[in-house]
């Protein structure tokens, strides 16, 4: 938590141009930072302040990066949890974290939570699924109550992640909720392009690199995956003290991490 602070001070305040692809969610997400910047105006009209939005897509999709770059834009507070790091605490930890949580994010308005992983507490409740675990019930009913205890005049937005919103307990998803949906999709090949222009902006690239070539070769990467591929053919780079990263070290790259994919397929049960 606090952690928009740190990260104004390591001087890496995140934008919308570090998002690249997801056009339709960048969108929709954008509407959002008028309000944050001009919350009178809004309240002026009588319209209702957006509460919580949930963003739905697979892993690595940019669902973090895009919350970052909301708070980036709209220049306000960012205060991050991930929701999968309360299984395993003692009852009442997860509860009593999001209660503080939502009190620093009220008391720094205007500001954004983001909660990552919201199915690891999120699940239908009572349902004996997960063991019947009482400390993920109890902190999922501690974010249902913090989300209906906003008075109207705090200018703070929930965003949640996940990847299985149809697990999701239908009181999450109710008015005054998470009862806006934005989704990400795995980019496109046009789009896997994009987010390799944006991860190799600091990248010296030597002449032969084809970024169209490099984007057709990884169908059904993430960006996250687009990611790992650009630092993984610096590294490759590096390890031959060579001063630019050629064509040969994305080629060596792609097939590393399509390996390393197909090795952890292969072990799963
Ligand atoms: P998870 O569900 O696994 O938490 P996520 O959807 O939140 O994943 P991020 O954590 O935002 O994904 O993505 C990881 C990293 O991958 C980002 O920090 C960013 O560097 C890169 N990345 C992902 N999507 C994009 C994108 N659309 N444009 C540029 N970079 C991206």
């Known amino acids: 938590t606090g952690s928009a602070e740190k990260e104004e ?22 509407e959002l930072v008028e309000f944050l910047k001009h919350p009178e105006e809004f309240k002026k009209l009588g319209a209702e302040a957006p509460r919580g939005v949930l963003l739905v897509g697979p892993p690595g999709t940019g669902k973090t990066l895009l919350a970052r770059a909301l708070a980036g834009e709209a220049g ?40 990552d992983e919201l199915d690891a507490v999120g699940r239908v409740r009572g349902t004996g699924l997960g063991g019947g675990n009482d400390e993920r019930e109890q902190t999922l009913n501690q974010i249902l109550s913090e989300m209906d205890g906003f008075s109207g005049r705090e ?7 996940t990847n299985r919103p149809d697990v999701l307990d239908p009181a999450l998803l109710r008015p005054g909720r998470f009862d806006r949906h934005v989704t990400l999709e ?36 993430s960006g996250a995956d687009i990611k790992n591929l650009v630092n993984e053919a610096a590294i490759a780079a590096a390890r031959e003290h060579v001063d630019e990263v050629a064509m040969r070290h994305f080629d060596e ?11 952890t397929l292969a072990i799963q049960p």
């Open 9 to 30: 001070k390591a001087g890496r305040r995140v934008t919308f141009d570090d998002v690249a692809g997801q056009e339709q969610a960048k969108k929709e997400v954008a």
């Open 76 to 115: 306000v507070n960012f205060f991050n949890i991930s929701a999968s790091e309360f299984i395993e605490m003692f009852v009442g930890v997860g509860a009593s974290r999001v209660r503080k949580m939502f009190d620093e994010a009220k008391k720094r308005a205007p500001s954004i939570i983001f909660i």
């Open 155 to 161: 200018t703070v937005i929930v965003l949640a992640a």
């Open 186 to 221: 795995l980019p496109d090949k046009l789009a896997r392009k994009a987010i390799l222009e944006v991860h190799t902006r600091k990248v010296p690239v030597a002449k032969d690199v084809d970024l169209d070539l490099v984007a057709a070769g990884c169908p059904g990467f």
């Open 253 to 263: 790259s792609r097939d590393k991490i399509i390996m390393g994919t197909v090795r």
